[in-house]
């Protein structure tokens, strides 16, 4: 027997890890600075940690009431229903939750590119189809409603990034609105705000409140330093939010997952200390890497190292670097940063923010690097 036709989908390319690079390298872990998949370099809120070893001995029990604990913790935060707010694993889980819920087979979505490569992998694995709208390096890669109209045609679930990955660009709140009025009734536009604890833009929850068409993401991977024990929510429009009950795994998140949310929730001043070191790195990026940056409302910047021509006109192979060549000479030196390529931007590095030591080095390195 075998598996239905799967060459449709891709496989995703997370940002390596330590252990695998310093594998390869043979380079000590601890001389390997991790800044390729936007992770808190600070590390878990401590709170989380503590609340982790403390409940390691109730996991013979199902996650009953630290989940419901924690739906109704963010339902009171937000200001919504609880039955608003969908758990999930990891804020992959809720698109994966939100496919399920919406998608009839044959439906499309409509993603941006560059971006996210799991809207479009957990569309395919419903049995959707994918569209997408091209936010443009040449006008910085602004985010309008009028860009995301240009190529819509009716899509089930409009993808929007704001703070986008790779590019740190957002899309302001009235730009959503615009938008969520001037798509069909059958639309939803998911608003990913994997990244809103680092921007200067209101959350889309206030339309999620007021409309049934717009929901949110959120995570805990990103500003909670908690990638490790994937946690993330959507908030829905009450009027279908129903659906959780019916699409989602029983039990899908752990003890050890609710708990630690739970505690991080409670933890202001990892968060204060995170965003903090965050504008500080992202300032001395801009300022100090030899290579055109864009301004970012993330953890991360974006940063053009390489031509993107990719070659001279009579063919030979370019001398500038790729973002690629870039990446991998870096590694070599012990600064692990995302290569763009799979995000449609082989030009590119993404550079994830962290604490002043970090980003001094990774300058050095990459400078060094760019400018050879
Ligand atoms: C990291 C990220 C997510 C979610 O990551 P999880 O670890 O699954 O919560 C969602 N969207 C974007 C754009 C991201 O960068």
Same mark, same amino acid.
């Given at each position: 027997?075998?598996?239905?036709?799967?060459?449709?989908?891709?496989?995703?390319?997370?940002?390596?890890?330590? *252990? *695998?690079?310093?594998?390869?390298?043979?380079?000590?872990?601890?001389?390997?600075?991790?800044?390729?998949?936007?992770?808190?370099?600070?590390?878990?809120?401590?709170?989380?940690?503590?609340?982790?070893?403390?409940?390691?001995?109730? /996991?013979?029990?199902?996650?009953?009431?630290?989940?419901?604990?924690?739906?109704?913790?963010?339902?009171?935060?937000?200001?919504?229903? +609880?039955?608003?707010?969908?758990?999930?694993?990891?804020?992959?889980?809720?698109?994966?939750?939100?496919?399920?819920?919406?998608?009839?087979?044959?439906?499309?979505?409509?993603?941006?590119?560059?971006?996210?490569?799991?809207?479009?992998?957990?569309?395919?694995?419903?049995?959707?189809?994918?569209?997408?709208?091209?936010?443009?390096?040449?006008?910085?890669?602004?985010?309008?409603?009028?860009?995301?109209?240009?190529?819509?045609?009716?899509?089930?679930?409009?993808?929007?990034?704001?703070?986008?990955?790779?590019?740190?660009? /957002?899309?302001?709140?009235?730009?959503?609105?615009? @938008?969520?009025?001037?798509?069909?009734?059958?639309?939803?536009?998911?608003?990913?705000?994997?990244?809103?604890?680092?921007?200067?833009?209101? +959350?889309?929850?206030?339309?999620?409140?007021?409309?049934?068409?717009?929901?949110?993401?959120?995570?805990?991977?990103?500003?909670?330093?908690?990638?490790?024990?994937?946690?993330?929510?959507?908030?829905?429009? *009450?009027?279908?939010?129903?659906?959780?009950?019916?699409?989602?795994?029983?039990?899908?998140?752990?003890?050890?997952?609710?708990?630690?949310?739970?505690?991080?929730?409670?933890?202001?001043?990892?968060?204060?200390?995170?965003?903090?070191?965050?504008?500080?790195?992202?300032?001395? @990026?801009?300022?100090?890497?030899?290579?055109?940056?864009?301004?970012?409302?993330?953890?991360?910047?974006?940063?053009?190292?390489?031509?993107? *021509?990719?070659?001279?006109?009579?063919?030979?192979?370019?001398?500038?670097?790729?973002?690629?060549?870039?990446?991998?000479?870096?590694?070599?030196?012990?600064?692990?940063?995302?290569?763009?390529?799979?995000?449609?931007?082989?030009?590119?590095?993404?550079?994830?923010?962290?604490?002043?030591?970090?980003?001094?080095?990774?300058?050095?390195?990459?400078?060094? /690097?760019?400018?050879?």
């Amino acid at each position: 027997m075998e598996p239905r036709d799967l060459s449709d989908h891709s496989v995703y390319r997370a940002g390596r890890g330590i *252990e *695998e690079v310093a594998r390869d390298l043979g380079l000590d872990p601890d001389d390997l600075v991790k800044l390729s998949s936007n992770e808190n370099v600070l590390g878990p809120s401590p709170k989380a940690a503590a609340a982790i070893r403390e409940h390691a001995d109730s /996991v013979h029990l199902y996650p009953k009431s630290s989940h419901t604990d924690l739906i109704e913790r963010l339902a009171d935060d937000w200001n919504v229903a +609880s039955e608003q707010v969908w758990l999930a694993n990891g804020g992959d889980g809720v698109l994966d939750c939100l496919s399920r819920a919406l998608i009839r087979p044959g439906e499309r979505v409509l993603v941006p590119r560059p971006g996210f490569a799991y809207y479009a992998m957990s569309a395919r694995y419903h049995h959707g189809e994918v569209a997408t709208y091209c936010l443009s390096k040449a006008d910085d890669f602004v985010q309008t409603a009028d860009r995301v109209l240009d190529a819509y045609d009716g899509e089930r679930i409009v993808a929007v990034t704001s703070p986008h990955n790779p590019t740190g660009s /957002v899309m302001p709140l009235d730009e959503v609105e615009r @938008l969520a009025d001037e798509t069909g009734e059958d639309t939803l536009i998911l608003v990913d705000e994997a990244y809103g604890e680092f921007a200067d833009v209101e +959350s889309a929850v206030d339309l999620v409140r007021e409309r049934d068409d717009v929901a949110v993401l959120r995570t805990f991977s990103k500003a909670y330093g908690l990638a490790g024990m994937r946690l993330g929510y959507g908030l829905v429009p *009450e009027d279908w939010a129903d659906a959780y009950a019916r699409i989602h795994t029983p039990f899908d998140t752990g003890e050890l997952t609710c708990r630690a949310g739970l505690a991080a929730l409670d933890d202001d001043e990892h968060i204060e200390k995170t965003v903090a070191m965050v504008e500080d790195a992202r300032e001395y @990026l801009y300022e100090n890497l030899d290579a055109r940056t864009w301004e970012s409302q993330g953890n991360f910047v974006l940063a053009e190292v390489g031509d993107s *021509e990719g070659g001279s006109p009579a063919g030979e192979r370019s001398q500038t670097a790729s973002g690629e060549a870039v990446t991998d000479a870096a590694q070599r030196e012990g600064i692990i940063v995302r290569d763009c390529s799979s995000f449609g931007l082989p030009e590119c590095i993404r550079i994830t923010c962290g604490t002043p030591e970090q980003m001094e080095r990774a300058v050095e390195v990459l400078n060094e /690097v760019i400018d050879a």
